[in-house]
């Protein structure tokens, strides 16, 4: 079983930065996929980044060039570094695993940009 946790979420003005990290435990593997999703209230969740075992970071379009993913496998840890922020941004962002053919998801971190 797998459990993940984000932290990192908050208020924060048009422009700024934040930086959301994930903290996996419980039976995980180098070679399992790991990413981050968001939903804003009356939206569907939607993907924003992805870093496959040994493959390359993809990025969603609207987060390209501002957002990157990264992953500290030592300390089974993803981050999502956010930079020149939008009031677009603002969601709840999931953290999400794939195992094989077995997904899970954190509770999720609020994200707030004001304009």
């Known amino acids: 079983q797998v459990q993940l946790v984000e932290s990192g979420g908050g208020l924060v003005q048009a422009g700024g930065s934040l930086k959301l990290s994930c903290v996996a435990s419980?039976?995980?593997?180098?070679?399992?996929?790991m990413g981050w999703y968001r939903q804003a209230p009356g939206k569907q969740r939607e993907w924003v980044a992805v870093?496959?075992?040994?493959?390359?970071?993809s990025y969603a379009d609207s987060v390209k060039g501002r957002f990157t993913i990264s992953r500290d496998l030592p300390k089974n840890t993803m981050y999502l570094q956010m930079n020149s922020l939008k009031p677009e941004d603002a969601a709840v962002y999931y953290c999400?695993?794939?195992?094989?053919?077995?997904?899970?998801w954190g509770q999720g971190t609020q994200v707030t940009v004001s304009s």
């Open positions: 999400h695993l794939r195992q094989r053919t077995d997904d899970y």
């Open positions: 419980g039976s995980i593997f180098s070679s399992d996929l």
């Open positions: 870093m496959p075992s040994g493959g390359t970071t």
